[in-house]
């Protein structure tokens, strides 16, 4: 599986945008890159998932490079609910199989 | 999207107790289930992957007879914690994979806070 970095932690304000950069460089042929996100005392919830150039979805766009050695999560005009934890994953067949989880970017989000 | 529920949401119990989760997939079958701890400000980790109708299969330094795991059917999974002692205190989590064809995505459920007192 491979790993992936991210940032421990971000801050923002409302109304901003936010892009989050994940780093997978031994990524995997088959694998996709989906991200996740968590509020406290609550399971992961899916954001958006892609394999490659940019997906865009109602929550988020995933912006993935050529070579995929990276992949940039982008919440446009966040908000005080944006406030949580940001996960990136990759996985074989979609992220559905095994899902192991770094550890995360805590994006807070003020006012 | 597809919804996992799992059950109960918290539960306290005493020290030398058995306690069980229970993960459902309320609109798909899921042969295919996995189970993670979450410790306070850590990131989720993988306890093992249960499978229907055979045995689950363990991440590396997890007890299985500690955590029992069963999956009687393609919408239920269940995580039994034997013998629970405070250190065992921690938010479980379920996900259950979904199978369309070739789009496979997991899905999870809400989270169970586990006290041991």
């Known amino acids: 599986l491979a790993k992936t970095t991210q940032p421990i932690s971000m801050d923002s304000y409302e109304g901003q945008e936010v892009n989050i950069t994940c780093s997978h460089n031994?990524?995997?042929?088959?694998?996709?890159i989906t991200w996740y996100q968590q509020f406290p005392s609550q399971g992961p919830r899916f954001i958006i998932q892609?394999?490659?150039t940019k997906v865009t979805n109602e929550v988020a766009s995933l912006f993935i490079p050529a070579d995929r050695k990276s992949s940039t999560l982008s919440l446009p005009r966040v908000s005080l609910s944006d406030t949580a934890v940001y996960y990136c994953?990759?996985?074989?067949?979609?992220?559905?199989?095994?899902?192991?989880f770094g550890t995360g970017t805590q994006l807070k989000v003020e006012l | 999207g597809a919804v996992v529920s799992q059950h109960p949401s918290w539960v306290i119990c005493k020290s030398g107790t058995s306690v069980k989760i229970e993960c459902r997939s309320l609109?798909?079958?899921?042969?295919?289930m996995f189970w993670y701890r979450q410790f306070p400000k850590q990131s989720l980790m993988l306890m093992a992957t249960?499978?229907?109708?055979?045995?689950?299969?363990?991440e590396q330094g997890v007890e299985k007879d500690k955590f029992l795991i069963n999956h009687a059917s393609l919408t239920l999974s269940t995580l039994t914690v034997t013998s629970a002692h405070p250190e065992d205190s921690s938010f479980y989590i379920c996900?259950?994979?979904?199978?369309?064809?070739?789009?496979?995505?997991?899905?999870f459920g809400q989270g169970t806070r586990l006290t041991v007192v």
């Open positions: 996900s259950a994979r979904r199978d369309q064809g070739a789009n496979i995505e997991a899905f």
């Open positions: 031994n990524i995997a042929t088959n694998d996709y």
């Open positions: 892609g394999y490659k």
């Open positions: 994953l990759v996985g074989e067949t979609g992220g559905g199989n095994k899902l192991t």
């Open positions: 609109d798909f079958q899921a042969t295919t």
């Open positions: 249960s499978n229907e109708g055979s045995k689950a299969t363990y």
